[in-house]
């Protein structure tokens, strides 16, 4: 799933989310669906701004979780594509 | 309620259950108009007569503080939400301020160009209030002739536009002999339907809506098996507090504003925390107010005392606002619950006769 998102991803604009103990709780009303994360994924999807990139995101992860850019990046390139194909992204299939 | 009790155990429910627990604020409900299109015989609502409503700008203040507080959930109803001309302005800012919307409304004002700025709005689910199979039924309890054809037209609006539209639909005694054929009507428009027998005083006390309860015979009947396909439930189950301490999630995982910005622990219970307008940091209120600490001990105590005392308490729906309008004491069963509870506990208790008799 490697490289699946093109560009800066963004978060989907009708998801609505908050953090609560830790965990984002992602609410999507286009699915009718909640999604809970955990405490590495949130912090991802608190990162997920439109702006960084997922090279951008792994390079943070790396330094935060002491783990190597290129496992970084492997790791936050398949959340990406999960969160996508879970209709997280704003490049998510159309609701 | 904006959230049911957590009994099982998943993600989802050990959120809420965390959120009762430990005061984690999920849900606001802003009644942000007490004007309405309907006259509907068993509403709670107290309006004050000559107050000023909040402007737009106070209430998108206050959503931004709200927002701050850490709400997902923001629960948009009244009165009737859409009867103010600016309702998508208000439900805009709270989507751009991050909150999943739900709206509570009666429908009767959603035409083919409010269905589609639901669409456009994506709200997370939109409930209307219905009130009976037959026109001279809902017309009756609306108060207004014509209301019947007037909401379902605009649940068909939304339906068309594959917008989740929940009938929720209050029990009484003018419409519960119709309740099946609303549950066909539900299924033939794609909706969920809800059915609450709980009609509750209004607001400022006043207990005449109670008249309107359905009647003892009915409910035995609504808690057999005749009608588990309505209620979720083969056989009425004691409550089930092992994942939550408190007896509900009043000032713990819900908040609630009246359309002057009364802050309140939750739609039923009105003790005022506060003034939204008033209020640089709801935070603060919300950690330190001697009003929601008050509720929150209070909700507390009720599992181990009120509920204890109670012949019937384990089947108990139990709310302490109710309690507290209708007998001045949250601690208090009132007629209704107590009601409710023994007929409940009858039902479990012919269900395992029942059971013990049939051979395994």
């Known amino acids: 799933m490697m490289g699946a998102i093109q560009g800066p991803p963004k978060k989907h604009p009708h998801a609505a989310s908050r953090v609560y103990e830790g965990e984002a709780f992602i609410v999507l009303p286009q699915y009718h669906e909640y999604k809970i994360l955990n405490a590495v994924g949130t912090r991802i999807w608190d990162l997920i701004d439109g702006v960084n990139t997922a090279g951008d995101i792994a390079r943070i992860v790396a330094e935060e979780y002491d783990v190597t850019y290129e496992e970084a990046l492997k790791d936050v390139s398949s959340f990406l594509a999960d969160l996508e194909a879970n209709g997280m992204l704003a490049s998510a299939k159309p609701s | ?360």
Request: hydrophobic share 35%; charged share 25%.
């Open chain 2, 1 to 360: 309620m904006a959230e049911e009790r957590p009994v099982e155990s998943n993600a989802y429910a050990d959120l809420v259950a965390r959120s009762w627990n430990k005061a984690l604020p999920m849900t606001a409900l802003w009644e942000i108009t007490y004007a309405c299109n309907h006259k509907c015989a068993f509403c709670y609502n107290c309006p004050e007569r000559g107050r000023r409503e909040m402007t737009k700008e106070q209430i998108i203040s206050g959503l931004s503080k709200i927002a701050d507080l850490g709400c997902v959930f923001l629960v948009m109803t009244g009165g009737e939400p859409l009867t103010r001309p600016d309702f998508f302005d208000i439900a805009w800012a709270g989507k751009r301020l991050g909150f999943a919307l739900r709206v509570y409304t009666n429908g009767y004002l959603v035409d083919e160009i409010v269905a589609r700025k639901f669409k456009e709005l994506m709200p997370f689910e939109i409930e209307i209030s219905f009130h009976g199979s037959r026109p001279e039924t809902m017309d009756k309890l609306t108060g207004v002739p014509g209301s019947y054809g007037r909401v379902l037209q605009g649940i068909r609006n939304l339906r068309k536009y594959d917008l989740k539209v929940n009938m929720k639909v209050p029990i009484t005694n003018w419409n519960q002999s119709e309740i099946r054929d609303i549950k066909a009507l539900a299924d033939s428009l794609g909706c969920h339907a809800t059915f609450d027998p709980v009609i509750t005083p209004r607001d400022d006390g006043d207990t005449s809506p109670l008249a309107l309860q359905a009647d003892r015979d009915f409910l035995a009947k609504l808690w057999s098996p005749e009608y588990a396909d309505l209620t979720h439930e083969e056989v009425p189950l004691p409550r089930n507090d092992t994942h939550v301490e408190a007896n509900c999630g009043t000032g713990r995982s819900t908040i609630a504003l009246d359309p002057y910005g009364n802050i309140y622990p939750c739609v039923q219970w009105r003790r005022s925390a506060g003034n939204i307008n008033d209020v640089a940091d709801l935070r603060s209120l919300w950690k330190e107010s001697p009003v929601l600490n008050e509720v929150r001990r209070i909700a507390m105590e009720i599992p181990k005392t009120t509920l204890k005392t109670c012949e019937s308490g384990e089947f108990c729906s139990f709310c302490p606002g109710v309690a507290e309008v209708q007998t001045g004491d949250p601690r208090n069963i009132y007629p209704q619950v107590r009601m409710t509870s023994e007929i409940r506990k009858q039902r479990h208790s012919e269900f395992l006769e029942i059971q013990s008799r049939t051979p395994a």
